[in-house]
Every structure is written in C-alpha cells, then in structure tokens.
T-cell receptor, first 115, second 114 residues
Framework: GNSVTQMEGPVTLSEEAFLTINCTYTATGYPSLFWYVQYPGEGLQLLLKATKADDKGSNKGFEATYRKETTSFHLEKGSVQVSDSAVYFCALTGVSGGGADGLTFGKGTHLIIQP | NAGVTQTPKFRVLKTGQSMTLLCAQDMNHEYMYWYRQDPGMGLRLIHYSVGEGTTAKGEVPDGYNVSRLKKQNFLLGLESAAPSQTSVYFC?????????????FGPGTRLTVL
C-alpha cells in the first residue's frame, strides 16, 4: 500500500535559518503530493501541493518539488520565522477512486524556530 | 463561510459509553472524511464518504460507525468506547474534482476515554 516517510522531529532552528524537511513516499501509480501544516490547537491547513512529476508547489516562502525518480517531496524555506513553528505533514492521495479514498500522511515533523 | 465545523471540541467518556461526533461543512463538498491523530502516528483514515447516503471503510474502521444522511453532515459514532479510542479526531471535506483537490479540515475533537 501507500506510505509516507518523513524525518522525525523535533527540528529546532534559529530564526532566518534555511529549512529542509525530508519526505519520501511509496505509492502505486502517480499520486498527488501535499504538505499540510498544523499550528498548535488547530486543524490542518494545506501549505502546498504538486500533482505531477517535476511540479513545484510553493506558498508563503515554502517550496517542494515532486521528484518521481527519487520518490521525494522535500519541503524547503530559505529563511524561517518564529511564526513558522508548527507540525508539518507530508501526504499523498490514493490513486484509486479519483483520490476520494482519503490521504495517506506521514507521522509529522515538529518544527521549532527560536528567536 | 464557516468551512468545516466539529462538535463537540472536547469530550471525556468512560469505557463502554457511546457518543456521536458531528461534522458539518458549508462548501457543498461531495467527499467527507474522518481521521484520528495519535502522537507519533500522523493522521489515519477511519471512514469516508463519496456522497450523501454512502460510506466506506478507511485504514482503521474497527469500533466506529458513520452515517451521511445529509450532504453537509458526516457523523462518527462510537458504540462502546474503549481507552484505545482516546485520540484527536479530525473531519475533512473536499469537492468532486479528482485527485488534485484539497482537503479542508475542521478544528478537531479531543476525546478521552477513561
């Protein structure tokens, strides 16, 4: 079945540091890939997505590129802020049923940005 | 628009009690989902629905039942709660737009079973 592996946290960085959170996946077919963010006490929000190989998703200074050859979708940001502190989830769609059968999530990476 | 709302926000049950969690969305979405979130486990799909009157099992359906009598509502029931069902429950919805569509999440329900 489908699976997502992402780096375990917590990841602690200083403000303005460069961020990379690794994500690799196993899936049949050609899934769509997502990064969701969860701020303390809240639900998940979509951060960015990519639907086919070599697509780059971007939002709020975050970027991730769909790499089919390495089955990866690493999240990057050039200069993090304290407000980026949150839990980040990598996810993919199922490839059956038009994606209606829900998302498969990684375990989440807790990011802590220190001033 | 309120988006996706969940009721209640918090609940404490004793083992063997029953309860229903309500999810409502005002975006006219066809698809709705229930996930549970446990520490170190990410989110796991419990049940989902592809339209009014339909439901299907996800990854971890045992001990839960669901109903989708109205398009905007998706109910998750626990008939006999167990401590293993202590978790944070999230509802989500998405439109009928194929594999690329975004899922919109509710704020969650924190359930403790003693």
């Amino acid at each position: 079945g489908n699976s997502v592996t992402q780096m375990e946290g917590p990841v602690t960085l200083s403000e303005e540091a460069f961020l990379t959170i690794n994500c690799t996946y196993t899936a049949t077919g050609y899934p769509s890939l997502f990064w969701y963010v969860q701020y303390p006490g809240e639900g998940l929000q979509l951060l960015l997505k990519a639907t086919k190989a070599d697509d780059k998703g971007s939002n709020k200074g975050f970027e991730a590129t769909y790499r089919k050859e390495t089955t990866s979708f690493h999240l990057e940001k050039g200069s993090v802020q304290v407000s980026d502190s949150a839990v980040y989830f990598c996810a993919l769609t199922g490839v059956s049923g038009g994606g209606a059968d829900g998302l498969t999530f990684g375990k989440g990476t807790h990011l802590i940005i220190q001033p | 628009n309120a988006g996706v709302t969940q009721t209640p926000k918090f609940r404490v049950l004793k083992t063997g009690q029953s309860m229903t969690l309500l999810c409502a969305q005002d975006m006219n979405h066809e698809y709705m989902y229930w996930y549970r979130q446990d520490p170190g486990m990410g989110l796991r799909l419990i049940h989902y629905s592809v339209g009014e009157g339909t439901t299907a099992k996800g990854e971890v359906p045992d001990g839960y039942n669901v109903s989708r009598l109205k398009k905007q509502n998706f109910l998750l029931g626990l008939e006999s709660a167990a401590p293993s069902q202590t978790s944070v429950y999230f509802c989500a919805s998405s439109s009928l737009a194929g594999v690329v569509d975004t899922q919109y999440f509710g704020p969650g329900t924190r359930l403790t079973v003693l």
